[in-house]
Structures are given as C-alpha cells and as structure tokens.
C-alpha cells in the first residue's frame, strides 16, 4: 500500500528532495545546515524505501509553491525574522529567540564547535575561565555538551554547571571575545541584546545526558554551595527512574522502541515499581520471558547498566520531541 507523500515525517521529505535534484545541489544545500539537521536527513535518506514518482512530484510541487510564497519578500530578512516571530510567539516570548537567532548567525566559532568530536572541544577549553567554559557548553546540544563536561576535569564540573543554571543572559561583548578565542576574530554586533543561553533548564539537560555516576558527583558538588538551586535543577531532570511516571500508553509506544537485551540490561539496575510498570504494559508471555531473562541474566557491571539506561532515556527523550509520549514526573509536562 502506497504511502501517501503529505504523511511522511519531514526529514523524509527533504531525503526525497535532495535525491531528487542530484549529488552537487544536495550537497550546496546540505553545507547550509547544521549538524543536527545533517544528521536526520542523512539517516532519513539511507533508509528511504519505495519511493514513487507521486512522492517525488508532491516534495517538487511543495517545494516550489514555498519557495514562491518566500521570495522577493521586499524586507530585510533580520527584519522578517523579528516580525513573523513576534507575530507568532508574543514580544516577550520571541524576544530571546529571536537574540539567539540573530546573533548565533554570527558566532561563526560558536556554530563550527557544534562539528567537533566532544573530546576535542574539551581540550580546547579546558584552560578557558569557567566561566567562558559555561557559555561555550550552554550553546552545544545537551548531550554534546554532557559528553564534552565528562572530559573536563571533575573538579571543574560543579562549578562550571553553577554558572550555566545561573547564566541569564550574555551580553554581545563577551560574544565577540568567545570568538575571538575561538577565530581570532570579532563577529556580532554591538546594539543587540543580551543572547538568552544557559539556565536551569539547560543545565539539568547536560547532566541528564551525563552517566548516573558523573550526574550524582556533579550534583552534590552543586547543591553542596547552593542547596536552592540544585533542587531546582534535580526537579527538571528526567533520569531512568522517572520512567514510572509515564503513562500506560507512553510505556507501550517506548516498548516498541527498545530492544529486549537494552530492556533486560537497564532493569538489572531498576527498582520493583519501574519493573512493575514495564510488565503491566506488556503481553503476559512477553512478561514471563522478560522475568526468566532478568533471572538467567546474572551479575552485570554498573557500568552496562548505566550505558543501556542512559540508550533508552536517549530513545525517550526522541519520543518526546516528537510528541508521541509525554515524559512525566520531574521535567516532564503537566497535562490539564
């Protein structure tokens, strides 16, 4: 049965587009992307099946009725950015999109970090005040920024993850001199306001992304110098234990996700009402085996453990995003 072309998920609508103009014009279009959007289109190609001329016509034919509705727009495109934002989101909302829009479009050394292997990116600020640390890890992706603050120094880590909860705000200035560091070179401009980065939020993303071990270590030294705010951090976290409070149907729809041998490994380090939880969701067979796999399973590193829950929390989190499960209990949304 033919897949109709306006339900397939958008990165495969890109696929489809870029496969279909040829090798050097995907790869133009693609150099114009970040490494997060790569990624997904990149994926989304490899495993493209049954492609028909309908699909290919409907991907061509949206692309060019957009492309018509944005050309010779007639403003400026920062100007068309800031209206359509504040249009949509509120002044208040977009005022801090829109900063980190903008001037992010500039932080050229910023935006190359995002290319980098964590473990270099640690090498190479590891000497930087914590502070300039702070900053560089509050515009990288969270799990990239978890992977590059397990390569710092522990000592280093509690505080550097203080500074992000507390970050606000960071005024061009300090912009231009972290591209400096990073390029030699200025970028920016000096009537913007402050770029929105950092917070509590971002800084309980990093460490979800973190091992339970280094999350726990850095948490202590955390709440160690503010007890405040390491539980407003510890609130937004979303750790493997969290799963319990994800309803039945978010439970089944993650089931489906996961392989049995990750399922098997994680529950080895859970407690009963998480294991409860994933039995109740499941088929009474499925149920039996999962029970005389754990028992058959034996003695396993902390470490195995730790690596299949964190596998699964990572498929959780996609889940998420996409709004087919809501994470609940601390982080996850409320629903009214």
Known sequence: MATDPSKRPGPEQVAIFLMSIGEAPAAEVLKHMGPKEVQKIGTAMASLERVSRTDIDYVLKRFSETAMEHTSLGIGAEDYVR???????????????IDRILLGRNSKGLEALKWLDPRAI???????????????????DAD??????????????????????????????ALHELDEILERQLSGKNTAKSSM??????????????????S???????????????????????VFESLVDVDDRGIQTLLREISTDSLVLALKGADDALKDKIFKNMSKR???????????KGPVRLSDVE??????????RRLSESGDIVLGGAGGEQMV
Do not use: W
């Not at 930087?128 to 515009?139: F, G, R, T």
């Not at 990239?144 to 203080?162: G, H």
């Not at 980065?197 to 280094?214: C, E, R």
């Open 83 to 97: 209206s359509v934002l504040n249009s949509a989101l509120g002044e208040d909302k977009a005022s801090g999109l």
């Open 286 to 296: 499925a149920a039996e085996m999962l029970r005389e796999d754990l028992e058959a």
């Open 122 to 140: 640690a090498e190479m600020i590891r000497h930087e005040h914590p502070q300039i640390v702070a900053i560089v890890l509050s515009h990288l």
């Open 216 to 238: 726990t270590n850095v948490m202590s030294g955390v709440t160690q110098v503010d007890e405040d705010l390491g539980e407003r951090i510890q609130e937004l976290m979303f």
């Open 197 to 214: 980065v950092g917070g509590v939020k971002t800084a309980a993303d990093i460490l979800n992304f973190m091992d339970a071990s280094q």
């Open 144 to 173: 990239q920024a978890a992977e590059t603050l397990s390569y710092l120094p522990d000592r280093m880590q509690s505080d550097i993850v203080l500074r992000i909860a507390t970050l606000d705000g960071v005024q061009p200035a």
């Open 307 to 316: 690596g299949a829950q964190k596998e699964i929390l990572a498929v959780a």
